[in-house]
């Protein structure tokens, strides 16, 4: 029976992934929703009848601190283009969206004017975001307010707290300086910065980053997968130290390829060792190693931030250590695919694929986790984290929007208009880890089909924030429970 179980997992694992590559293949790009106004519409009798228009001139208001070239690199249109009639809106709507996911406006507003017979000029009014951000940190040292609240009964001694400096669109130019120092449950000082294009083309991209962290308290493994750790009050558990470099290539609108490399080392204490003796693998008090990656992405979502339409494709490769210390050799493969579709009266489809490949099966503790970080989840499994080699996720989510407007305030430099869209929701979810070395004590959720189910309402205002509340539950538990979630491109 054990060996059918475990032939029988091993097709739904395989299966997973053959769903994935397959929904790679099928990316159609779709229009907008039509709930984008766009002013004076150009119809066939405002222009002698005539079935195209030319763009006569582009001009651009409201970019106080952007500089003109960083707006019409993003744009496809130019004076001298022809439109027609029956696309006029369809561009116009991508052409807004281009400028929205910038993060570098508030607002985009595009009108025009009909010069002579069938010559148009464009006005594009954009309303510019606040770029300077010296955040106060008050946040939590777990994966997710969830996790801080069902897992460690909202202990407050959980708490980071410091000053994040950000300043984005530096130089008016796209560029990003970050600045983090915190304090806390762990320390962590960090410094980003980020240069959207060093050629005339405006399409190499460059960025650097280097940071120390240290930490009195370290999750070292997992019982019943959930995360165990020890707290030393007097003494530092854990050091790091990274420093990173990157070069991406823009490919027309859509498409990006990055690579990049770093040196990483970490240095553990004695007790973490004699806790898990493969935190570092073998035994090890410390680790040092460099490593390369190559990532491509193509994204023809709508709206980044809380997309309705279109798909986006991520691929990864990552190579941990180079041959130059003999501390790291392992590499991992991951995908995502994500394809959002408006089917109609208020109700849009989210269909998404995560997969991942990493060798060999022994590697150190601190890169084996599989489910539970960024877009490697389960719904209903919120609470857990599950170790593992090789990972294959399914995601289904059907919305209905029940609301969407702005709300008028008083005519401030940065904050005019409060946006608000309130969306209720289904879901439901599968995959499979695949482990060749499991611990008895998580044995539950390891080599096993996971299937979570749920409703739940999203809030999205502002900056892109959001506010999700799912009810979810699980094959493997009894109950249902709460989840929240915030986030923010702030």
């Not at 097709?11 to 907008?32: D, E, P, R």
């Not at 022809?82 to 570098?104: A, D, G, P, W, Y």
């Not at 080599?447 to 999205?460: E, K």
Request: charged share 20%; net charge neutral; glycine share 8%.
């Amino acid at each position: 029976m054990a060996l059918k179980h475990a032939i029988i997992n091993k097709h739904i694992y395989h299966l997973l992934w053959i769903g994935l590559c397959l929904g790679l293949f099928s990316t159609n790009a779709y229009a907008q929703n039509d709930s984008t106004i766009y002013e004076n519409y150009i119809s066939e009798s405002d222009i002698d009848s005539a079935n195209y228009v030319i763009i006569q001139d582009i001009i651009l208001e409201g970019n106080k601190i952007t500089k003109e070239r960083i707006i019409t690199r993003e744009l496809d249109i130019k004076a001298g283009d022809s439109l027609s009639l029956s696309q006029l809106e369809e561009v116009f709507s991508s052409e807004k969206n281009k400028l929205i996911n910038t993060n570098l406006f508030e607002t985009v507003n595009i009108t025009y004017s009909i010069e002579k017979s069938t010559y148009i000029i464009i006005t594009i009014t954009m309303k510019e975001r606040w770029y300077t951000w010296p955040i106060p940190i008050f946040e939590l040292a777990d994966r997710s307010l969830s996790e801080w609240i069902n897992n460690r009964g909202a202990d407050f001694s959980r708490v980071r707290y410091g000053i994040h400096f950000k300043r984005d669109n530096f130089r008016g130019v796209k560029e990003t300086l970050d600045l983090l120092i915190r304090g806390g449950f762990s320390t962590l000082v960090s410094l980003k910065y980020n240069i959207p294009f060093v050629d005339k083309q405006q399409k190499t991209s460059l960025s650097f980053a280097v940071s120390y962290s240290d930490t009195k308290n370290l999750a070292y493994g997992s019982v019943n997968n959930k995360f165990v750790e020890v707290n030393l009050e007097d003494e530092i558990v854990a050091k790091k130290f990274a420093f990173s470099t990157s070069m991406g290539k823009r490919i027309g609108f859509y498409d990006y390829h990055g690579i990049g490399g770093g040196f990483y080392y970490t240095q553990i204490a004695d007790t973490v060792v004699t806790l898990n003796p493969e935190y570092l693998l073998g035994g090890r008090h410390d680790q040092q190693y460099f490593s390369l990656y190559y990532t491509y992405v193509k994204d023809m979502r709508d709206i980044r931030a809380y997309p309705l339409d279109g798909y986006y494709l991520r691929g990864n490769f990552i190579k941990y250590g180079l041959g130059i210390f003999d501390d790291l050799n392992s590499f991992m493969i991951s995908a995502d695919y994500f394809k959002y579709t408006p089917i109609g009266k208020g109700f849009f489809h989210e269909i998404g694929m995560v997969g991942m490949l990493s060798y060999p099966a022994l590697q150190p503790y601190a890169l084996s986790r599989a489910l539970g970080y960024g877009t490697k989840t389960i719904r209903g499994y919120d609470n857990y984290v599950v170790e593992g080699q090789h990972l294959g996720i399914m995601k289904n989510t059907v919305r209905f929007r029940l609301l969407d407007r702005e709300f008028e305030l008083a005519n401030t430099k940065y904050f005019s208009k409060i946006p608000l869209g309130i969306y209720i929701k289904g879901f439901g979810d599968m995959g499979y880890i695949h482990s060749s070395v499991v611990e008895e004590q998580n044995q539950r959720l390891t080599n096993d089909l996971l299937i979570g189910w749920g409703a739940g309402i999203d809030v999205i205002t502002f900056y892109n924030s959001s506010l999700k509340l799912n009810y979810s539950f699980n094959k493997h538990d009894q109950i249902g429970r709460f989840y929240i979630s915030i986030a923010s491109s702030i």
